[in-house]
């Protein structure tokens, strides 16, 4: 049965080029809210699609393409369709239908009420059939889709927000959102300026042609993630080290270190430990505000580089970490990367320190969908318990004008 909760993320703004952050008000003449608003609203009820090799959005086609296309052109990609869009001050709610193309062929229709359960098939005598219902529905290019809510909750003057995805069972389209929204925004620059413009025209026009970037980062819980702990079993530790393939094309695994964690005492509060440490790290590590120079695109790829070299080598110190207080032998091998891996109920987690943040799940029903109205409060409800920490200042509406009928 799906576990029904959600995610929450700083949301932040930059402008089309550079990483500065921006004022949420300070959009042209609009506030970023009315942008989204206007961004999204240009989406709902259409059918977008992910590209193929790349995880950014496009018009559904009609499946023509190049001789090498597969059968199915849309086979594994993610479809994304806005049906609610809802606005209350600076707060955004809005419902999206995803789901992904391929791997399903038909839709069986649920037996009528009342009538008996078919035997399972291993059970089954030689003389027992076991008929599927008739009245299929052919899922060929669809995609069996769930609906997913989110909430964009915006200060009237500032630099941070907050955006709440509907998590279900593990799945959430946080990243898919944010790259919608990014892209239309782009698309809608570009075209308000033409085909063929030079940076000049740029210049000469800047209300009409520029876009803003918006970027999100997991809020750090650390409360949750210490209470995870608390009541979660350490179960083992995994350490990785990787190899290039002879081919040079790809990285695999060429050492797997796999160490149980035996002792409910000592080596548990160091393991503990050691993963509050990488917390705190992490929140160290929050983008301070404050506008940043412009940069050449060639400034701009050196810093992209040093950020993800930062991150492998972080993941490295991690395993590095972990090894020293798993076995004096295992910590002389140089591993890539490792993680701690905690059990906590039915889920199982991984504790890195360049996975803390996307450990932060909360779970609101496990037995059924939530409404619109017990989503928003439950959002609104840990956004708020969280302002402080993340030093937010957030109006959020008691009672905003949500609800589940159309």
Known sequence: MPVHGFRLFVAELAPERGQSRVDFSECGERHYQDVVADTLGQMMDQTLVTAKRQDTPIDAGDGSGDDDVPEDPLAGRKGFSLRKLRADGRLLYGEALVGTFGGHEEALEAPPEGEPELVEVSEASDTDTVQPPAGGLDLRRRAPARRFRFVLCLPEKGTQGILGVEDISGSCPRTLLRELINKTAKDRADAALGAGATLAAVARQPKAVSWWRLDITAALDEQHFKNML????????????????????????????????????TKATAFIGLAK??????????????????????EREQEDAATRNAKLQSDRDGAGALAALVDPTVAQIEFDDGWLVVEDGEKTKKISPSRVSELFVYEINRKRQPTALEFYLEVRAKALALADPLQLALEWPASPSINDEE
């Open 230 to 265: 608390d009541r979660g079993q350490l179960d083992r530790v995994e350490l990785v080290r990787k190899a290039i393939t002879s081919d040079g094309s790809r990285e695999k695994t060429d050492l797997k270190v796999i160490a149980p964690i035996l002792d409910a005492t």
């Open 277 to 298: 440490t990488w917390a705190e790290v992490a929140r160290s590590r929050r983008r301070p505000e404050g506008r940043r120079p412009r940069r050449s695109k060639e």
